[in-house]
């Protein structure tokens, strides 16, 4: 069972519940609720946003008592009266599972800082190692911005869909994804110089508030990218984080070619051919080969380690060597947010959830705004039996980063069928460019799950290929922390196979 959170009083739509008295109350009224109905609201309010089994449920109100079912029913009718939650909005019944207290934990990520954009830079070549260099150096400026909680960053994948080379471009994208502000500009390389020009845009109205250029020699160009930085974010507020100042100071490599070795592995890993994995984990051990010292190539070359061997599907072999070398880039580079990020991404592949789970967090207190984190958080307390906060979280990274990797719509899609969301679900799987026979099997529960057995007879024959078994996949790769997850997947693929056979 999900540790219990604190008694505290909580708002139920438009009624205040205090766990600790059991008073329900309205306008200051109290509402009467019999004892065994105080204790399973009490029970599920410390447990909002969780799927509570119908035994979890009886063990709670009735402990030493043996009852049937039709206790508990009568029970959360009681409730549902007290509430006016006749649409069981509140308290939502999720098909033989249990119950669940649809109540969710927002995350606390509001703020009121001004929202930046970072665009691609130009660089004026057709040269798709230029291009890696060009964006990776936009990259880390936009990185190294979202360390100022002064500020909003908007994520690559939505700030890089434009070009930014009319005002018009700007001001589109400054009414959709919400920026106030653009950092465009070009890069020039000859050699080892770099020539960076930069400007920064107000959005609303096309006015350019400051422009510079910078020329830097060899690895010379980490300083500039933190001037640049620095020099954005001090035309916006009046004073800079200390501490954001600090992590930011330093370089990540003395080596220029490893740098740019790892800005090629990272864009190879957002590629989508088979073989782009594989040249990423390359690029990446030769970045390490360059400075065995370079954190954040340790924690890509785990990453991509991962992704090859199959995600949670990995053997212990390549999880165990993938751990060591995440470890190893927290320990290289403690204040990078994306080795911290990585390394809850191998921790969470080992079922080491509360690990997990805290290196998520610190790569959100080294960058608060980043969507990915934001987003793979979501997913994280998902798979800790929590998903309605999950899909919060999810929604959360939807905001910032509305032109967002696939890969939301497939966490966002675990979190629906955990909470008996099939129909939204399905809907969330089919977004998806390929459907590998990963997301076909998960599409034949979801379809199963809402009696369409013929749907999904037919997505789980199109996940057979050979060596990959429906059953070990929903098993084994997809880590939820608690059985109960794992058992209500199950059900849904053994359903769609009852119907294939």
Same mark, same amino acid.
């Given at each position: 069972? $999900?540790?219990?959170?604190?008694?505290?009083?909580?708002?139920?739509?438009?009624?205040?519940?205090?766990?600790? &008295?059991?008073?329900?109350?309205?306008?200051?009224?109290?509402?009467? @609720?019999?004892?065994?109905?105080?204790?399973?609201?009490? *029970?599920?309010?410390?447990?909002?946003?969780?799927?509570?089994?119908?035994?979890?449920?009886?063990?709670?109100?009735?402990?030493?008592?043996?009852?049937?079912?039709?206790?508990? /029913?009568?029970?959360?009718?009681?409730?549902?009266?007290?509430?006016?939650?006749?649409?069981?909005?509140?308290?939502?019944? !999720?098909?033989?599972?249990?119950?669940?207290?649809?109540?969710?934990?927002?995350?606390?990520? =509001?703020?009121?800082?001004?929202?930046?954009?970072?665009?691609?830079?130009?660089?004026?070549?057709?040269?798709?190692?230029?291009?890696?260099?060009?964006?990776?150096? $936009?990259?880390? +400026?936009?990185?190294?911005?979202?360390?100022?909680?002064?500020?909003?960053?908007?994520?690559?994948?939505?700030?890089?869909?434009?070009?930014?080379?009319?005002?018009?471009?700007?001001?589109?994208?400054?009414?959709?994804?919400?920026?106030?502000?653009?950092?465009?500009?070009?890069?020039?390389? @000859?050699?080892?110089?770099?020539? !960076?020009?930069?400007?920064? =845009?107000?959005?609303?109205?096309?006015?350019?508030?400051?422009?510079?250029?910078?020329?830097?020699?060899?690895?010379?160009?980490?300083?500039?990218?933190?001037?640049? $930085?620095?020099?954005?974010? &001090?035309?916006?507020?009046?004073? %800079?984080?200390?501490?954001?100042?600090?992590?930011?100071?330093?370089?990540?490599?003395?080596?220029?070619?490893?740098?740019?070795? #790892?800005?090629?592995?990272?864009?190879?890993?957002?590629?989508?051919?088979?073989?782009?994995?594989?040249?990423?984990?390359?690029?990446?051990?030769?970045?390490?080969?360059?400075?065995?010292?370079?954190?954040?190539?340790?924690?890509?070359?785990?990453?991509?380690? !991962?992704? +090859?061997?199959?995600?949670?599907?990995?053997? /212990?072999?390549?999880?165990?060597?993938?751990?060591? @070398?995440?470890?190893?880039?927290?320990?290289?580079?403690?204040?990078?947010?994306?080795?911290?990020?990585?390394?809850?991404?191998?921790? %969470?592949? %080992?079922?080491?959830?509360?690990?997990?789970?805290? *290196? #998520?967090?610190? &790569?959100?207190?080294?960058?608060?705004?980043?969507?990915?984190?934001?987003?793979?958080?979501?997913?994280?307390? /998902?798979?800790?039996?929590?998903?309605?906060?999950?899909?919060?979280?999810?929604?959360?990274?939807?905001?910032?980063?509305?032109? *967002?990797?696939?890969?939301?719509?497939?966490?966002?899609?675990?979190?629906?069928?955990?909470?008996?969301?099939?129909?939204?679900?399905?809907?969330?799987?089919?977004?998806?460019?390929?459907?590998?026979?990963?997301?076909?099997?998960?599409?034949?529960?979801?379809?199963?799950?809402?009696?369409?057995?013929?749907?999904?007879?037919?997505? %789980?024959?199109?996940?057979?290929?050979?060596?990959?078994?429906?059953?070990?996949?929903?098993?084994?790769?997809?880590?939820?922390?608690?059985?109960?997850?794992?058992?209500?997947?199950?059900?849904? #693929?053994?359903?769609?196979?009852?119907?294939?056979?």
């Amino acid at each position: 069972m $999900a540790t219990e959170a604190s008694a505290q009083a909580c708002r139920l739509g438009k009624f205040s519940f205090d766990p600790s &008295s059991g008073a329900l109350s309205y306008d200051r009224e109290i509402i009467f @609720l019999r004892p065994k109905a105080q204790v399973l609201l009490s *029970h599920l309010v410390r447990n909002a946003g969780r799927v509570v089994s119908k035994s979890e449920l009886l063990d709670a109100v009735w402990p030493e008592v043996t009852v049937t079912e039709d206790s508990l /029913t009568q029970c959360v009718r009681e409730i549902r009266k007290a509430l006016g939650d006749e649409a069981q909005a509140l308290v939502r019944t !999720v098909s033989r599972r249990g119950y669940m207290l649809a109540v969710a934990r927002e995350p606390d990520l =509001t703020t009121d800082a001004p929202a930046v954009a970072v665009l691609r830079f130009h660089h004026g070549t057709d040269d798709p190692t230029e291009t890696a260099i060009s964006d990776g150096i $936009a990259e880390d +400026i936009l990185n190294g911005l979202g360390r100022f909680r002064a500020v909003t960053v908007l994520a690559r994948s939505t700030s890089f869909a434009v070009s930014g080379e009319a005002a018009q471009e700007w001001r589109t994208l400054g009414e959709k994804p919400g920026a106030d502000y653009f950092v465009d500009g070009d890069i020039k390389r @000859l050699g080892g110089t770099f020539d !960076v020009g930069v400007r920064l =845009t107000e959005a609303s109205r096309g006015v350019q508030l400051w422009s510079d250029r910078y020329l830097a020699q060899d690895t010379e160009i980490f300083s500039v990218q933190n001037e640049i $930085a620095h020099r954005i974010v &001090s035309r916006l507020v009046s004073r %800079l984080e200390d501490a954001g100042l600090q992590r930011m100071s330093s370089k990540p490599t003395d080596s220029l070619a490893a740098y740019e070795l #790892v800005l090629r592995g990272i864009a190879a890993l957002r590629g989508y051919r088979p073989q782009d994995n594989e040249d990423a984990r390359q690029l990446f051990e030769a970045a390490i080969e360059k400075d065995p010292h370079y954190g954040v190539a340790q924690s890509y070359l785990a990453l991509s380690q !991962v992704i +090859i061997g199959g995600y949670a599907m990995a053997s /212990t072999k390549v999880l165990a060597g993938a751990l060591d @070398l995440a470890l190893k880039g927290v320990t290289l580079a403690p204040e990078d947010p994306r080795c911290h990020r990585i390394l809850a991404i191998v921790r %969470l592949y %080992l079922r080491q959830h509360d690990a997990a789970e805290q *290196h #998520v967090r610190r &790569s959100l207190d080294l960058n608060p705004h980043d969507a990915d984190t934001v987003c793979q958080m979501g997913y994280l307390l /998902t798979m800790r039996g929590r998903p309605l906060d999950g899909l919060a979280w999810i929604d959360r990274a939807l905001r910032l980063n509305p032109i *967002h990797p696939d890969w939301y719509h497939y966490d966002r899609s675990v979190a629906l069928y955990s909470i008996g969301e099939y129909r939204s679900a399905a809907t969330e799987l089919e977004r998806l460019p390929l459907l590998g026979p990963g997301a076909r099997v998960r599409l034949a529960a979801c379809y199963a799950q809402m009696g369409e057995l013929q749907i999904a007879k037919q997505h %789980l024959g199109a996940a057979a290929v050979a060596g990959f078994s429906p059953l070990d996949y929903v098993k084994n790769g997809i880590v939820f922390e608690h059985a109960a997850g794992i058992e209500h997947l199950v059900e849904g #693929v053994r359903k769609a196979s009852a119907q294939a056979e």
